[in-house]
């Protein structure tokens, strides 16, 4: 059964950097069309940025030119670069399929950014 590991997130001031990872075992990881998503409290989980098994990128406008998303599929690994963060990316990151039936959801990195 395929899992998911997420890690990198941190405590960074407003417009720092933070590289988070994502290892999928258990899976033909380079089939997958790959996300990161995240959820702030009292609020939906929302997809920010896709990955396709081909390498098309595609992101959320909030994200878009700060935020790029990358994989190895030698390591099984996604990533996803933030740069110029802002307090309103505060969330838990969590990484997932983009398309068709998700993996069951790892614990998520915490991504605080704040002064």
């Known amino acids: 059964q395929a899992q998911l590991v997420e890690s990198g997130g941190g405590l960074v001031q407003p417009g720092g950097s933070l590289i988070l990872s994502c290892v999928v075992s258990?899976?033909?990881?380079?089939?997958?069309?790959m996300g990161w998503y995240r959820q702030a409290p009292g609020t939906q989980r929302e997809l920010v940025a896709s990955?396709?098994?081909?390498?098309?990128?595609n992101y959320a406008d909030s994200v878009k030119g700060r935020f790029t998303i990358s994989r190895d599929n030698a390591k099984n690994t996604v990533y996803l670069q933030m740069n110029s963060l802002k307090p309103g990316d505060t969330a838990v990151y969590y990484c997932?399929?983009?398309?068709?039936?998700?993996?069951?959801w790892g614990q998520g990195t915490q991504v605080t950014v704040s002064s």
């Open positions: 990955i396709s098994s081909g390498g098309t990128t």
């Open positions: 258990g899976s033909i990881f380079r089939v997958y069309d």
């Open positions: 997932n399929k983009a398309s068709g039936v998700y993996i069951a």
